[in-house]
């Protein structure tokens, strides 16, 4: 059988191949945005992949989560993930931890053994104290901030977290993070989008555990949005080892 990751070899050449293929990569949050991030990843050579998330696939998933299907509603989603992408190599390490990453929890995830962590979180509680943690750790940072409410896709972009401009996620979280004065070890790269839509539907019944995220309100969201936005983030992720080359 043809490598699998021939193709990617021939782009990027064989150093930076063998440096993909040794990297440790923990993704939190396997939703919207991180279930293609993870993917992503892993078509693109990097195969010690752990993967962070507590909930279950829900109906309102199948419309932006790579691995959310109407057959596949009520299975948790890390397992799910893990199946679809050790299918796409079986070769590959992947570590599925159905757990929820808390200021309580946060120990038990030793970021300093990862070389790059991915931020892909939803509860703006949790989402402070990774993106403290994280870049006070020895691997590499990249986050997400608000994928919901858009639907342009030319009005992505990347910026280091304290130039994104025009995202109320990232305005709360310095916000919250000078309140607190705690702020990052050191700088970092986001995805985000300054389009901010108004919902014009009416919101259903939610259909997950309203005690697990405690999100303050439901927000409509589209697939390709959430999967530029994971794209993107495993772009950066691949760049980065490139240029360190």
Same mark, same amino acid.
Request: hydrophobic share 40%; glycine share 8%.
């Given at each position: 059988?043809?490598?699998?990751?021939?193709?990617?070899?021939?782009?990027?050449?064989?150093?930076?191949?063998?440096?993909?293929?040794?990297?440790?990569?923990?993704?939190?949050?396997?939703?919207?945005?991180?279930?293609?991030?993870?993917?992503?990843?892993?078509?693109?050579?990097?195969?010690?992949?752990?993967?962070?998330?507590?909930?279950?696939?829900?109906?309102?998933?199948?419309?932006?989560?790579?691995?959310?299907?109407?057959?596949?509603?009520?299975?948790?989603?890390?397992?799910?993930?893990?199946?679809?992408?050790?299918?796409?190599? &079986?070769?590959?390490?992947?570590?599925?931890?159905?757990?929820?990453?808390?200021?309580?929890?946060?120990?038990?995830?030793?970021?300093?053994?990862?070389?790059?962590?991915?931020?892909?979180?939803?509860?703006?509680?949790?989402?402070?104290?990774?993106?403290?943690?994280?870049?006070?750790?020895?691997?590499?940072?990249?986050?997400?901030?608000?994928?919901?409410?858009?639907?342009?896709?030319? %009005?992505?972009?990347?910026?280091?977290?304290?130039?994104?401009?025009?995202?109320?996620?990232?305005?709360?979280?310095?916000?919250?993070?000078?309140?607190?004065?705690?702020?990052?070890?050191?700088?970092?790269?986001?995805?985000?989008?300054?389009?901010?839509?108004?919902?014009?539907?009416?919101?259903?019944?939610?259909?997950?555990? &309203?005690?697990?995220?405690? %999100?303050?309100?439901?927000?409509?969201?589209?697939?390709?949005?959430?999967?530029?936005?994971?794209?993107?983030?495993?772009?950066?992720?691949?760049?980065?080892?490139?240029?360190?080359?």
């Amino acid at each position: 059988m043809e490598d699998i990751y021939s193709r990617t070899e021939l782009l990027v050449g064989e150093d930076a191949m063998r440096r993909m293929q040794g990297c440790k990569v923990i993704v939190f949050g396997i939703g919207g945005v991180g279930s293609w991030c993870t993917e992503s990843l892993l078509r693109s050579g990097i195969t010690h992949l752990t993967i962070v998330d507590a909930d279950t696939i829900s109906a309102s998933n199948v419309n932006r989560q790579l691995m959310a299907t109407s057959g596949n509603i009520g299975s948790v989603k890390v397992d799910v993930m893990k199946k679809r992408l050790l299918e796409i190599n &079986p070769s590959a390490e992947i570590i599925a931890l159905n757990k929820v990453f808390t200021e309580e929890t946060a120990d038990e995830f030793a970021l300093d053994s990862y070389d790059y962590v991915i931020d892909c979180i939803d509860s703006l509680k949790d989402k402070i104290t990774l993106l403290l943690l994280a870049s006070a750790s020895k691997a590499t940072l990249f986050s997400s901030m608000g994928s919901a409410l858009k639907v342009d896709p030319t %009005k992505i972009r990347v910026a280091e977290f304290w130039n994104v401009r025009g995202c109320p996620l990232g305005s709360m979280i310095r916000k919250r993070m000078r309140q607190r004065e705690t702020l990052p070890a050191k700088k970092f790269l986001c995805v985000y989008d300054e389009e901010v839509l108004p919902n014009r539907g009416e919101p259903q019944s939610p259909d997950v555990d &309203p005690g697990l995220f405690k %999100k303050a309100q439901v927000n409509g969201t589209l697939a390709h949005i959430t999967g530029i936005f994971g794209l993107t983030l495993a772009g950066l992720v691949v760049q980065d080892i490139i240029n360190r080359i």
